[in-house]
């Protein structure tokens, strides 16, 4: 099962891949995550990253494609994987399509997830994540048990620096423009399915759910 978990920023993604991942028993592949993790240890690839994430900007795509498409080609995703973050355009969903072609496989279904600018930029706003292990949280809808401590791994809860309002609009603006095509892609495909990300967290996965059953059965 190769699922792809699709939206705008903040629209709560990677809170309900962490869910889909561990009920369908597939890695989550979060392409954020794994720039987060190689700026934080200071990898050749997050220093080549670095200046994009911060921005808001789509890091390039001949170092984007080639660390998604590296990571889903590890044995761990043999069986299916949750993409996340990763196609963010039309040129990565079209080498995406090709790798997977060439190993005889295709997208099961994407999951498009949304929600409005205001409730965006709200989540967002609030937004922490763990800079250790990368788990999230939110200062309103979800804050950790003790203040700025990750309830996971111990580690510290920070704001992420693309967090801030300017960046926020810039990545938003940068959705609309290169990311929202992406939809119409797998529309094309018959393989997207859309999802309301608004209410609470086990509203939105009920919903999410009901999509895989659904799907399952067929
Ligand atoms: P969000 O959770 O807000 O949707 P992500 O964590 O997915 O953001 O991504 C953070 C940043 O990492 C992006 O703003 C971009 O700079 C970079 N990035 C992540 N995935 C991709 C991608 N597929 N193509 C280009 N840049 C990416
Ligand atoms: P994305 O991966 O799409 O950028 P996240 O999963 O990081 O989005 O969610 C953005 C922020 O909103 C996080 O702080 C998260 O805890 C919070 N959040 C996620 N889903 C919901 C929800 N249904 N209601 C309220 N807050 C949410
Ligand atoms: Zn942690």
């Not at 295709?106 to 609030?126: K, W």
């Not at 800079?131 to 990750?150: D, F, H, I, L």
């Not at 290169?178 to 209410?199: H, M, N």
Request: hydrophobic share 35%; aromatic share 6%.
């Amino acid at each position: 099962m190769q699922l792809l978990i699709f939206g705008p920023p903040g629209a709560g993604k990677g809170t309900q891949a962490v869910r889909i991942a561990q009920a369908m028993e597939i890695p989550h592949v979060s392409t954020g995550d794994l720039f987060r993790a190689n700026m934080r240890d200071g990898t050749e690839l997050g220093k080549k990253a670095q200046e994009y994430v911060t921005g808001g900007e789509l890091v390039p795509n001949e170092i984007v494609i080639a660390m998604a498409l590296d990571r889903i080609g590890q044995a761990d995703c043999q069986k299916g994987f949750l993409l996340d973050g990763f196609p963010r355009d039309v040129e990565q969903a079209e080498q995406l399509e090709k790798w997977l072609l060439e190993r005889g496989k295709n997208i099961t279904a994407v999951l498009s997830v949304e929600l409005d600018d205001e409730t965006i930029i709200q989540r967002i706003i609030s937004r922490r994540v763990c800079r250790s292990c990368g788990a999230t949280y939110n200062v309103s809808a979800q804050p950790p048990k003790v203040e700025n401590v990750c309830d996971q791994c111990g580690g510290p809860v920070v704001q992420r620096p693309d967090d801030q309002r300017e960046v926020i609009e810039n990545r938003l603006s940068v959705y609309k423009k290169q990311t929202a095509p992406v939809e119409e892609f797998y529309r094309k495909r018959g393989v997207l399915k859309t999802i309301s990300g608004d209410g609470d967290m086990d509203s939105v996965f009920g919903r999410i759910q009901e999509v895989l059953s659904d799907f399952e059965r067929s």
